[in-house]
């Protein structure tokens, strides 16, 4: 019952009702977004549409809870991994070979990159991605003075879900019911939003996961061996290749996703960005990327933070620089 009262709601110690604040149906996922339960009253129980029964977060302690999405990506994640792992030591490859002969280096090299990959995965999948605070803090109370250095051609939006005031290059996710400080995407593999706050992770751990993949292809391909008859071949091999089509295939898909996340980088902008740049306000109305500083100034600032700024004071520079060139 935290987070409700925390959001100024008076509810009773189990389940009680609260009134909308504006009668908006969006309210129920705000609450949502509060980790507070909430759900429409009956309708002989309520008086009128404005009226949610809210409970308490102990729901996400339930057995059933173990079945959400995120915990079953997650597990099989993991699952998936140490599975692979088994069966390239299980069987007659490079690895298992350098463990025969006493050469562990290798096999110790090869394990800590598989647990650091995980590692980082989870750190990804679980991290507040950057989620904007609905309840001003003390700190944030100066956003007035960046609110009106943004052009009234670009005003800052409220959420119509959440009803918070969204900073420039944030999102609602649906997903995660929340909205997102500069929004990249919703990974499914992830079961999280990709964004300010855990992207530089992500590039991360596509990079690390990259390196494990090619490796493990390499350690499968140097098991396989080709013999006839096929069904012979077939029950003594079979496992160890499909662990080798199913690495290709990881692989391809990693190489594909850190390139393009490198090539976001290095021009400042995001996947949702580049996609729907027509649909955006503040990057319709430009004829380029307002965000991009150059490469080096763009890799300090995504990895290190450095230079520090809000985005509407950047955005704000760039126009002004625009009009003094015109």
């Known amino acids: 019952?935290?987070?409700?009262?925390?959001?100024?709601?008076?509810?009773?110690?189990?389940?009680?009702?609260?009134?909308a604040p504006d009668g908006s149906p969006a309210?129920?996922?705000?609450?949502?977004?509060?980790?507070?339960?909430?759900?429409?009253?009956?309708?002989?129980?309520?008086p009128s549409e404005r009226f949610f029964r809210v409970g308490p977060r102990a729901e996400a302690m339930a057995p059933w809870a173990l079945l959400?999405?995120?915990?079953l990506v997650r597990t099989g994640h993991t699952v998936l991994t140490w599975g692979i792992t088994l069966v390239l030591f299980l069987h007659d490859t490079a690895l298992r070979q350098w463990e025969?002969?006493?050469?562990?280096?290798?096999?110790?090299?090869?394990?800590?990159l598989v647990l650091g990959s995980l590692l980082l995965y989870l750190a990804v999948s679980l991290m507040d991605p950057g989620y904007v605070n609905v309840l001003l803090q003390p700190q944030e109370e100066a956003k007035e003075e960046q609110t009106a250095m943004v052009p009234q051609a670009i005003p800052l939006r409220r959420c119509r879900?959440?009803?918070?005031?969204?900073?420039?290059?944030?999102?609602?996710?649906?997903?995660?019911?929340?909205?997102?400080?500069?929004y990249d995407h919703h990974c499914?593999?992830?079961e999280n939003c990709v964004g300010e706050r855990n992207h530089p992770l992500f590039v991360a751990y596509l990079a690390l996961q990259l390196v494990v993949l090619l490796w493990g292809l390499y350690l499968a391909w140097s098991g396989l061996r080709f013999f006839r008859p096929w069904g012979l071949w077939l029950r003594s091999s079979g496992l160890l290749f499909a662990t080798f089509l199913l690495l290709s295939l990881f692989s391809l898909v990693a190489s594909l996703l850190l390139?393009?996340?490198?090539?976001?980088?290095?021009?400042?902008?995001?996947?949702?960005?580049?996609?729907s740049s027509h649909r955006i306000a503040y990057l319709r109305q430009r004829p380029g990327n307002p965000f991009d500083r150059g490469l080096t100034r763009n890799l300090a600032h995504f990895f290190c933070g450095w230079p520090s700024g809000s985005w509407e004071t950047l955005w704000a520079e760039e126009e002004e620089g625009s009009s003094q060139d015109v």
Do not use: D, K
């Open 259 to 275: 390139a393009s996340h490198l090539y976001l980088v290095a021009s400042n902008t995001t996947t949702w960005e580049f996609i």
């Open 100 to 112: 025969e002969q006493g050469e562990l280096l290798l096999p110790l090299t090869f394990l800590l």
């Open 68 to 71: 959400r999405p995120g915990v």
């Open 27 to 46: 309210f129920e996922s705000y609450l949502a977004g509060w980790g507070v339960a909430a759900g429409p009253l009956p309708r002989r129980a309520r």
């Open 1 to 19: 019952m935290r987070e409700a009262v925390a959001l100024g709601l008076v509810v009773e110690p189990q389940w009680g009702w609260v009134e």
């Open 188 to 190: 499914p593999w992830m």
């Open 161 to 182: 879900y959440c009803m918070v005031l969204q900073p420039l290059r944030a999102r609602h996710c649906r997903e995660c019911r929340r909205c997102v400080r500069r």
